[in-house]
């Protein structure tokens, strides 16, 4: 008996999968243009926490910085691969 490929696996349903996630993430943006977003310090004459999106790039850029930055780190703070044997 043939074993079967799980559906997220098979190559028919990719182009699916990557529209459905487009669709979502377009759908998660659209809100941003309709709502009046409040500045946090209304003193400054110009504020990027305002523009369409800002949470959704600001929180992919800090995502992308965090994974660089562990990768950086990991190199002085890895250990050899014998380090737990006794």
Request: proline residues 5%.
């Amino acid at each position: 008996m043939a074993e079967q490929i799980h559906w997220l696996y098979r190559k028919e349903n990719r182009p699916k999968l990557w529209a459905i996630q487009i669709t979502i993430l377009a759908l998660t943006l659209l809100p941003g243009l309709f709502i009046q977003v409040h500045h946090h310090f209304p003193a400054e004459r110009f504020s990027l926490d305002t523009s369409p999106g800002f949470f959704a790039w600001f929180g992919f850029i800090s995502c992308a910085w965090m994974v660089a930055l562990a990768k950086f780190l990991g190199r002085f703070i890895k250990r050899d691969d014998t380090y737990y044997d006794a």
